[in-house]
């Protein structure tokens, strides 16, 4: 909401909250439930998976921590544009409520799938763009040495996945935040009617400038993903463990059996 009309954060609550109560803060959770695990999901694996594939080819093992972050990059962009839709429904209830819903719908029945997709090569360009700085953070903290001693007054590897995942969230969010504001803005109007991305970067500037562009709904989205980063990695990075631990073990008795 913010990132389409601009207003500061508590304006939005009160005036989200003056159209509809509570249950107005969670128009297009049905959408969102779905699509956050697929974004999330579909995003780190394609990190470890294309980190995996090019550590095991011997023309690409010796590439760094950037270059193979950025390869991931391009395949979390087309992964994106694939769950436009679910998007673009989320986005329009979360902005409109039901009576943008509504009108997005009678669109779509009559036959303008297209509506279903504004937005789409921004949303790609923002998942790059973003992917690439969340996971090459993601991936250096968890290396770095002078990072892991820094932290090692946080006991519990949870609370460390923690504040890696929380961190990354800040750096990527910041560094996209213009572009997500354009891609919500395009959205958003596809239910009235189609703009382009330069129509939707003027009307941002006019109303609000540089702030608006750069700043609109930024700390509510360092929030909230930073919440969802934050969970998200702990509970990744534990299965990782977990999968490991169990992988090791099993391997230590088919060695023991062989020895025996």
């Keep these: 909401y913010q990132m389409r009309y601009g207003t500061s954060f508590e304006q939005a609550l009160r005036i989200l909250y003056n159209e509809g109560g509570i249950r107005r803060?969670?128009?297009?959770l049905s959408f969102a439930i779905i699509q956050a695990p697929l974004s999330r999901f579909g995003s780190v694996a394609a990190n470890d998976g294309i980190n995996a594939l090019l550590a095991s080819?011997?023309?690409?093992?010796?590439?760094?921590?950037?270059?193979s972050t950025l390869i991931a990059s391009f395949a979390v962009g087309?992964?994106?544009?694939?769950?436009?839709?679910i998007d673009t429904c989320k986005t329009i209830l979360q902005v409109d409520s039901s009576d943008g819903f509504k009108t997005l719908l009678r669109k779509v029945k009559a036959g303008k799938i297209h509506v279903l997709y504004?937005?789409?090569?921004?949303?790609?360009?923002a998942s790059i763009v973003a992917h690439y700085p969340w996971f090459f953070t993601y991936n250096?903290?968890?290396?770095?040495?002078?990072f892991q001693r820094?932290?090692?007054f946080l006991k519990f590897s949870l609370l460390k996945n923690a504040l890696v995942g929380f961190l990354a969230s800040i750096v990527s969010d910041t560094i996209t935040n213009a572009i997500r504001v354009v891609k919500t803005t395009k959205q958003a109007m596809a239910a009235k009617h189609a703009v382009t991305y330069g129509e939707a970067i003027r009307m941002i500037w006019t109303a609000d400038g540089w702030k608006g562009l750069f700043g609109r709904g930024l700390r509510a989205r360092i929030l909230s993903n930073?919440?969802?980063s934050i969970i998200f990695v702990v509970v990744w990075r534990g299965l990782q463990q977990r999968y490991a631990g169990n992988s090791e073990n099993s391997e230590g008795e088919e060695n023991d059996e062989k020895v025996n």
């Design 25 to 28: 803060f969670y128009q297009g």
């Design 57 to 67: 080819m011997e023309s690409t093992r010796h590439w760094g921590a950037g270059r």
């Design 78 to 85: 087309l992964w994106r544009m694939f769950l436009m839709p």
């Design 118 to 125: 504004q937005g789409a090569f921004a949303n790609a360009l």
């Design 140 to 146: 250096q903290l968890l290396n770095s040495k002078f």
């Design 150 to 152: 820094s932290i090692e």
């Design 226 to 228: 930073g919440l969802q």
